[in-house]
């Protein structure tokens, strides 16, 4: 299997970007407490998606417009959240779909093709933040949390996840390639798949794994990239 594939950032495209930035202004005016921060690691990917001259753009605009670019805030609660600010006006909160469903859809972002020949990684723009009472909480019953994703059933025979399972460990977030930016290795069994913007294609459901008696994790190693991001050694 080739190991060149496509990449579908969750970045929202150029000019959506700006109106987004515009309507933060719009909103900022009518606020006692306005928010005029682009996330530190949004930035970064701008410099990498955008060209340089819309980046000259948007340079300018967040510096006329007094912005500030900081990195993302803590979340005190266990959620999942946007991966970008400002993140894309059709940025959905992952839901399950009745009160007894397991797993939590997860959207994609743009329109893309799931071709049959080789895979494509599509970013969700959405990262699992558990707090640290929801962690300390599973490790008092001798359990690591982690998430699990699954293809939604619809589209099982249509499409599948190279690597069948997907597993999100609950420090994932910290990871400061992705920005905890959940990602979808996808691949169509017999003919190319068209997906639409804000279609629903996974579904994350949250796990307990134990641990044996002698665990004694890895220490030093950093929470890089995003798929095999602690490395192989």
Not at 34 to 45: E, G, H, I, N, R
Not at 90 to 115: F, H, K, N
Not at 158 to 184: C, H, Q, R, S, W
Request: charged share 25%.
């Amino acid at each position: 299997m080739s190991t060149e594939r496509t990449v579908y950032n969750s970045l929202p495209p150029f000019q959506e970007m700006m109106g987004l930035l515009g309507e933060m202004v719009a909103d900022a005016a009518k606020s006692y407490q306005p928010d005029l921060t682009v996330d530190k690691y949004t930035y970064s990917c701008m410099e990498k998606e955008y060209s340089e001259e819309e980046m000259d753009a948007i340079n300018t605009f967040i510096k006329e417009n007094n912005f500030v670019v900081a990195p993302s805030r803590f979340s005190l609660f266990h959620t999942f959240a946007p991966v970008h600010h400002p993140h894309p006006s059709d940025w959905e909160q992952p839901r399950r779909a009745t009160e007894l469903s397991a797993g939590y859809d997860l959207r994609i972002p743009c329109d893309i093709v799931v071709p049959v020949e080789k895979p494509i990684l599509v970013f969700t723009g959405v990262k699992w933040c558990p707090s640290m009472s929801f962690v300390d909480e599973m490790r008092t019953k001798g359990q690591v949390p982690w998430l699990g994703l699954h293809i939604r059933s619809g589209l099982s025979k249509k499409i599948f996840l190279v690597n069948n399972v997907g597993v999100i460990d609950a420090d994932y977030e910290n990871n400061p390639d992705t920005n905890g930016d959940i990602g979808l290795l996808l691949q169509a069994y017999s003919e190319p798949v068209e997906l639409k913007r804000g279609e629903r294609v996974a579904q994350a459901v949250i796990y307990g794994a134990y641990k044996v008696a002698m665990d004694v994790p890895r220490t030093g190693v950093p929470r890089k990239g995003g798929f095999g991001s602690t490395g192989k050694k």
